[in-house]
Every structure is written in structure tokens, then in C-alpha cells.
């Protein structure tokens, strides 16, 4: 059983911004010389999550608003009390989770044809962030 750990490091818009991760992502896999057995995607924080969709314009706009319909920011966070202004991404990250899990099988990711692999920054304001991935296996 092997372990390969990579850092990716980011900068994003937040606000709902989704970064498209899956090139790297699978740059990392066929760098691990690991040829069967899983991928984690893990980002630290918890203003922030890891999911896949299909990565386009329409797709992006759409799970944007869907967030924006789930927990609104302008609702009344009792997190925003204290002087925060990002009640409202921490709610969003929970519900998306900070992980993800892919098995590689013949040294690549099994996504399907249309799925990408995303990070989205829910958090008011820009940041610096760090994507861990790591793949164990065979």
C-alpha cells in the first residue's frame, strides 16, 4: 500500500466561487504511480467545499443561485453577531462537506464524462486556500 500527498494552493474570488480542480487532480494521481485504490480531495477551513459537477457556464450560474436559495446571505446568522460577516458560507460548507473520495482504477480517476471535480469558496472575500490531495492504493 503507497500513500502520494499533494498541495494545491489558490487564490479565489469567494462569494461562490467554483475552481475547477480536476486537471491537477489528476495530474497528482498519475505523478502517485499508484494504479488502483482512491483519491481524497480535502480542503481545510470550513468556508469552503469539495464536490463535483459538470463545469459549465450554465451548470456554475445554476448551483451558485441554488446555494443563494439554500441559505441566503441576508438572513439574520446568529455566527454575524459577534462582527462576521460569512454566517452564511459557513452554512453553505457544511452543507457541501470539505471532502471528497474517487477511486483510481488503472491509474486514473473513474469521473464520468461530464464531471469535474470543484472547489467552492463560500466565504465573503477573497482567499488564499490549500487543497490537499492525497491517493492511496496500489
Known sequence: MATHTHTMKLQTRGEGDLIDLTDEVEHAVRDSGIANGATIVFVPGSTAGVSTIEYEPGLVRDTRAAFERLAPQDLPYAHNHGG??????????????????VPVVGGRLTLGT?????????????RSREVIVQIVGD
Do not use: C, E, M
Request: aromatic share 6%.
Open 84 to 101: 462576521d460577516s460569512n454566517g452564511h458560507a459557513h452554512v453553505r460548507a457544511t452543507l457541501l462537506g470539505p471532502s471528497l473520495t
Open 114 to 126: 461530464w464531471q469535474q471535480i470543484v472547489l467552492a469558496d463560500f466565504d465573503d472575500r477573497p
